[in-house]
């Protein structure tokens, strides 16, 4: 039985059942049920005290049979090895669905961020690199921002791996500022890339954009973004959250006004984080309503968007879910367990391997412009994206409806099939095979 709180053990049945029903031959299935490696490094860290402090960072590298792989690094306290090997096999995946040249690979280190000076934080954002820089690079493996990571530190992580190979290498991490080599658009790229999902999952469930309700978990950067665009473009935003818990309006809510809302309760109170929730009393009126977390997951909307945590959506929590259908904008917001209850209820998921793809989509981007060393405008940035999107969308869908699956499974079984005809090409199948 799979522990739906483990993410390497999630991430391994789903790749199992997918590939089972294209009959992938064992030999492959064994290589990507595992990275090919995992690195483990410790990083001493001169704090501003004079004193000495030693993180532990991992950076597990997955798959490499379709081209340099390719994955965020985290910086956490909960970072977990089991963590940053799920959500490595996940980029595999991903890559593999939006079908760009790119393999799957993931980052993270054990430390709190907000506990430590930017100084503290740019010294172990350089030793990270000084610890697996043999293993990275535009041919090998790219990093990109991921939780609590930043531009800023992808242009410190570039300028460190730069010294140390002794040449200019851009292309060998993405999501930089645009000065030292960054793409137009990658901040909102992933909202962006889940903008263009729903607008083809209301084509495929007719639906009207000006009468279609949605409830969005998460009102961070992709979150914000995606309630702005939904917004804009006339769908409802009802609901909204962020980890201090969320606002309530059946009228809808601009995005604009509860970013504002945000940045004035953490004025208020001193600098900290603020809270999207406070809107309900700052406007001082009974439309808005205080929500929970839990609770925006099971409004009775058209549309749920899980924008924050890994595993939000359970076996436990899965009967009450109400929306028609969930955008994951988030990694591995929903469990295996889930899953099974939703198709019961006939709500379609369309996964994260696809609906966050926009983030990576526009990474390959970043890297295609540092080799050619010429940059594109924001505008054909995202007429680019949208096409790998909506083609991206076309293909899973029609795999659904083709061999009677839910989206997950039939974005795993475009991805598998992929993955697994690169390295067929390359003899992986047989590589430890005696003629």
């Not at 999630?10 to 995992?38: D, V």
């Not at 009468?211 to 979150?223: H, K, M, R, S």
């Not at 994206?385 to 039939?410: C, G, H, N, P, Y």
Request: aromatic share 6%; glycine share 8%.
């Amino acid at each position: 039985m799979t522990n739906e709180n483990n993410p390497f053990e999630s991430a391994q049945e789903l790749i199992r059942s997918a590939a089972h029903k294209l009959n992938i031959e064992n030999s492959l299935l064994e290589q990507l049920l595992e990275p090919m490696r995992i690195l483990e490094v410790n990083i001493p860290v001169r704090m501003n005290d004079g004193t000495t402090q030693v993180f532990k960072g991992f950076r597990s590298q997955h798959n490499d049979a379709r081209g340099p792989m390719k994955g965020g690094i985290r910086f956490h306290p909960g970072v977990t090895r089991d963590e940053v090997v799920a959500l490595s096999m996940w980029m595999t995946m991903k890559c593999a669905t939006v079908n760009i040249p790119l393999g799957g690979a993931k980052g993270g280190i054990i430390v709190n961020p907000k506990e430590l000076t930017e100084g503290a934080i740019e010294r172990l954002s350089r030793g990270y690199i000084r610890g697996i820089y043999k293993y990275l690079g535009p041919t090998q493996d790219v990093p990109a921002p991921d939780v609590y990571t930043t531009p800023q530190i992808m242009a410190w992580m570039l300028d460190e791996y730069e010294v140390l190979v002794g040449g200019k290498e851009p292309g060998m991490i993405t999501g930089k500022p645009l000065e030292v080599g960054g793409a137009a658009g990658r901040a909102s790229a992933t909202a962006q890339g889940g903008f263009y999902c729903i607008e083809k999952l209301i084509e495929k469930m007719k639906l009207n954009r000006m009468d279609t309700t949605v409830a969005i978990q998460g009102f961070g950067n992709a979150g914000s973004i995606m309630a702005k665009l939904l917004h804009d473009a006339g769908y409802r935003v009802i609901a909204v959250s962020d980890s201090k818990g969320g606002v309530f309006r059946s009228q809808g809510i601009d995005p604009t006004r509860a970013l504002d809302v945000k940045a004035q309760s953490a004025h208020l109170a001193c600098y900290e984080e603020g809270k999207v929730c406070d809107i309900s009393k700052i406007k001082q009126t009974k439309e808005y309503k205080p929500i929970s977390n839990d609770e925006i997951l099971e409004l009775e909307v058209d549309i749920l968007v899980p924008a924050a945590l890994e595993n939000v959506i359970t076996g436990k929590n899965a009967k009450k879910i109400k929306a028609k259908a969930i955008v994951e904008l988030a990694n591995g917001p929903t469990t295996p367990d889930a899953d099974k209850e939703l198709a019961k209820k006939g709500i379609i998921v369309v996964p994260d391997i696809l609906a966050n793809a926009g983030g990576v989509t526009v990474s390959y981007f970043e890297q295609v412009q540092n080799a050619y060393n010429y940059y594109w405008e924001e505008e054909e940035t995202f007429q680019k994206l949208k096409k790998i999107m909506d083609e991206s969308f076309a293909t899973v869908w029609e795999t659904k409806e083709k061999e009677q699956v839910d989206m997950r499974t039939a974005a795993y079984m475009v991805a598998i099939k992929r993955v697994s005809d690169a390295m067929r090409l390359r003899g992986r199948a047989k590589r430890f095979v005696q003629d």
